[in-house]
């Protein structure tokens, strides 16, 4: 059962683009509904999509803002790919607003389908890539399906998981920051919870926005701002949580990934921000793969992380 | 303030695609994170997003399964362009149980970027487009703002709306009817409602799962099955209501479209079914425009159309 203020969706940020001299041509809508297209005129592209629930009891003044990583969309944080509650009901039970972001070019924001307007193509996911950079196991014992030992990502469902990809663009990165930051906006003070390409992208848009910001938690993001975008006033709003899950020593990737990141989180604290990196295995969650959020653990990470939200983001300022 | 048992989300449907013989590239998934990315192996394709809400007080037995349209996806039944609820809003307020969809290629399902796999290519909606196709006003009148008068649709809003569409493809038809009637096999006996391209793909997935049919709303259907596939059998369970807005003598598309569903109407009770085409300007509803579950006067015609549900979809036998 649950009780909710409201809920509710709205879409935000975007731009318009006017299209000329292109010739009109035949379309079959349905096999009866037919349309000559003229694909002249004025778009909007590069919006995002976002879905709140807010609970009736809302016991944490700030709304978590949940951001998904890369050919995935808000639906990664609803339901585990074996059918438990994914984190958007763990935040809710806890008494948090959540906040669920489609990033541009993904789910309900749409993609812009327009010829020369973004560059490069959709590219989509297989389970081999998936296996290997959500490491669930060695690359080469995907095809014997033998994960890492003690890993919690519960494998037996794996087609489900697989039903959640969709395709994503290389070349977008620009436009999804602006769309976060559209998102930030418009809600308000609030904390980020992004994961993995979602970490990339909502650590640049939360810089821009300091005065929206009351935490950012990063789930293995894969990349950071540079240097010169860490000023102090960038910094001086909200505490940084940086989290790795395990076999972070098995993936020269990550391992790479964790050591940037560890890099970016003294950056923070140079510039008189606070930053923390924890590895889940160290607060008792070993196994835990790249989708945390999906592990046979993924409500007891949730439950640590919202302590974790409650005893550091609660203020603006950080003394 | 919501009381509901549940809600949640799942995927459902869907094929494998498996892609061999093509060359690895280096992609920039970030500026930092490259991947060496490999193009064959196995893709799960063409499944479908389904969301639902359960009411705590749920007064009908069958839930309602919302369709969105073409070049839009199931954001379209939760707000108005201008930030009314939406239908799935008032039909949860009305007791109903709702599961809304995102079908094949749009929203949440995700779309088939594996190259030569899907026909055609997806394209995108103007305004203009939407202006006559929506029946806003006659297509002379878009670039003067000028719209039918006594039309309902909220036009100081068409920016908010434009960020709803996405692209379609016009090749996917056989998947997305694929996808719907994999959703109604896993939701169950209930009520289909589903608007414009959505009546095309929906009418043809109910009479292919009559068992799961307690009843078909289209409002206004673009596209009817041949009457070879309306069988006794397939039209036995449920009432079909065909629902059309105003302004259809001004548009001879929509024109065509409503002689078509009338003849429908008349094919489905030939084979023993029921079938009643209502125009929503005769029970109390002028200026509906093709898009009247966003109209000024959308709530009522929720709740005039809820109540055709109550009095009419009680019941697996039409006697």
Known sequence: MYALKDFGSFHVGGRS??????????????????????????????????????????????????????????ACWETTPDGRPGWLHDFLRQGFAVYVIDNVERGRAGFCALEGVWGGEPVMRTAAEAWELFRFGRPEDFAAGKPFDGQRFPLEAMESFQRQFVPRWTS???????????????IGPCVLVCHSQGGYLGSHAALE????????????????????????????GAPWLLLFGDFIDQSPRWSDARRETAAFGEQVQAAGGRAELVEL?????????HMFMMDAHSAGISEWLGAWIRNNCGAKSLD
């Open 17 to 74: 683009v006017t299209v000329t001299g292109r010739e009109t041509r035949l379309l079959h809508f349905t096999p009866e509904l037919t349309w000559q297209y003229d694909p002249n005129g004025d778009f909007l592209i590069e919006q995002v999509y976002v879905q709140y629930f807010i609970p009736a009891e809302q016991t944490f003044p700030h709304p978590l803002v949940l951001l998904h990583g890369g050919g995935l969309t808000g």
């Open 172 to 186: 977008t990165s620009e436009a999804q920051i602006r769309g976060v930051g559209a998102a930030l906006r418009r």
């Open 209 to 236: 926005a300091p005065d929206c910001m009351r935490g950012v938690v990063s789930a293995e993001g894969s990349g950071w701002p540079a240097q010169e975008r860490i000023s102090s006033e960038a910094v001086s």
């Open 281 to 289: 295995p160290d607060v008792g969650f070993p196994g835990a793969t």
